[in-house]
Every structure is written in structure tokens, then in C-alpha cells.
């Protein structure tokens, strides 16, 4: 199995920057894509940048060009830098580790807030 802990979040004004990280454990080398996914209330969860160990990444149209994710491979952490938030950026988010073998695993979520 894959645990995955996550910091970072809080509040923050529209147009402001906020980091998010996520650190694996586990079975790492089981991992091949890492990535954060977001929900807000009354909305399905959806994908918001993903990295697989090939360093291609992927991004929700509504982030490219205000998020960035960044994976460290010797620390089996990924992280999700966020300018130019919006309120509707609003929303918790999760990270999650697709595996080879045994599917997808999610961390327990963490609370973004940007106010207008």
C-alpha cells in the first residue's frame, strides 16, 4: 500500500499564492503518476495537474498557466504550487498516487480557500 500525507492550504485573497505538498510512504516504487485532484461542495472530484515518473505532465485547462506541479523522485513528494488563485479555485484538495498494480490512493484532503 501507498499512505500519502498532505500540507499546506489554508485561506488566501484572490490573486494570491499558495503551495501544496504531499509526501508518499509505502510502497513507493509501486507509483507511476502523482497528481492533486479537487473537490468542491456539490461538485464531482476532478483532476487538477497530474505527473507521471516520465515527468509528463497534465493539467485541467481552468490551472495552465497559474499551477505548476513538481515531483521529487528521491523523496516521493510531489507538489502543487498555485498563483493567480481564484475563488473558484475554492475547493479541498487531495493528492493521489496511481500504482502499477493496485490502483489509486488518495490522501486525506487538504482545505483551500481564496476569498474575493
Known amino acids: 500500500q501507498v499512505q500519502l500525507v498532505e500540507s499546506g492550504g489554508g485561506l488566501v485573497q484572490t490573486g494570491g499564492s499558495l503551495r501544496l505538498s504531499c509526501a508518499a510512504s509505502?510502497?513507493?516504487?509501486?507509483?507511476?503518476?502523482m497528481g492533486w485532484y479537487r473537490q468542491a461542495p456539490g461538485n464531482q472530484r476532478e483532476m487538477v495537474a497530474s505527473?507521471?515518473?516520465?515527468?509528463?505532465?497534465n493539467y485541467v485547462d481552468s490551472v495552465k498557466d497559474r499551477f505548476t506541479i513538481s515531483r521529487d523522485y528521491a523523496k516521493n513528494t510531489v507538489d502543487l504550487q498555485m498563483n493567480s488563485l481564484k475563488p473558484e479555485d475554492t475547493a479541498v484538495y487531495f493528492c493521489g498516487a496511481d500504482t502499477f498494480f493496485t490502483g489509486r490512493y488518495w490522501g486525506q484532503g487538504t482545505q483551500v480557500t481564496v476569498s474575493s
Open positions: 509505502g510502497r513507493t516504487f509501486t507509483i507511476n503518476t
Open positions: 505527473m507521471a515518473n516520465s515527468g509528463s505532465t
